[in-house]
T-cell receptor, first 117, second 111 residues
Framework: DAGVIQSPRHEVTEMGQEVTLRCKPI?????LFWYRQTMMRGLELLIY????????DSGMPEDRFSAKMPNASFSTLKIQPSEPRDSAVYFC???????????????FGQGTRLTVV | KQEVTQIPAALSVPEGENLVLNCSFT??????LQWFRQDPGKGLTSLLL?????REQTSGRLNASLDKSSGRSTLYIAASQPGDSATYLC??????????FGTGTRLTIIP
């Protein structure tokens, strides 16, 4: 498996523009996570899905952020409108939650470095 | 509030030495704990996963331990090499799959 795949790797956009980040989880994994990493706040969980259903979006900073998972192999994180303070590295991760509710390792993508100017 | 703490924030060690990285967490009711490394500008690479029923896990020169009662985990690196230089992150799953991360320890191995 190629691992968790994120695109684009880098994104530079102007304030007010819409930004869409994409993620393809590892095949067979049923949990998907979106994290944001900044120097000031470290790694923060934004939202996670289990079996394509959003379970907890309490980390989403505000209504400008939205995430979808239309199927088991694809998820998007959208920011509309973007602001300079959204500049960060956004990571997607996936894992498998088995029937015993034990969680396997979480695997991370390479991240998308977002710069909003 | 469930928190994960890693001290020190940075550590420099001469090549060849054994070293220990520390992770502490505030709630002993955990599902598992995972250690990652992150190289500058890169993603996170999973090193070891310890389930709550386990006391330790080993992979090559790495050994991670877990003591739930004291809320602590350690990552032991034997015979350190310059290639081990990276930021090491501890992440705890307190429940419902959510991983809470520490702020990391930036490790530098001096040749």
């Amino acid at each position: 498996d190629a691992g968790v795949i994120q695109s684009p790797r880098h994104e530079v956009t102007e304030m007010g523009q819409e930004v869409t980040l994409r993620c393809k989880p590892i095949s067979g994994h049923n949990s998907l996570f979106w994290y944001r990493q900044t120097m000031m706040r470290g790694l923060e969980l934004l939202i996670y899905f289990n079996n394509n259903v959003p379970i907890d979006d309490s980390g989403m900073p505000e209504d400008r952020f939205s995430a979808k998972m239309p199927n088991a192999s694809f998820s998007t994180l959208k920011i509309q409108p973007s602001e300079p303070r959204d500049s960060a590295v956004y990571f997607c991760a996936s894992s498998l939650r088995d029937r015993g509710l034990l969680n396997t390792e979480a695997f991370f993508g390479q991240g998308t470095r977002l710069t909003v100017v | 509030k469930q928190e994960v703490t890693q001290i020190p924030a940075a550590l420099s060690v001469p090549e060849g030495e054994n070293l220990v990285l520390n992770c502490s967490f505030t709630d002993s009711a955990i599902y598992n704990l995972q250690w990652f490394r992150q190289d500058p500008g890169k993603g996170l690479t999973s090193l070891l996963l310890i389930q709550s029923s386990q006391r330790e896990q080993t992979s090559g020169r790495l050994n991670a331990s877990l003591d739930k009662s004291s809320g602590r985990s350690t990552l032991y690196i034997a015979a350190s090499q310059p290639g081990d230089s990276a930021t090491y992150l501890c992440a705890v799953c307190f429940g419902n799959e959510k991983l809470t991360f520490g702020t990391g320890t930036r490790l530098t191995i001096i040749p």
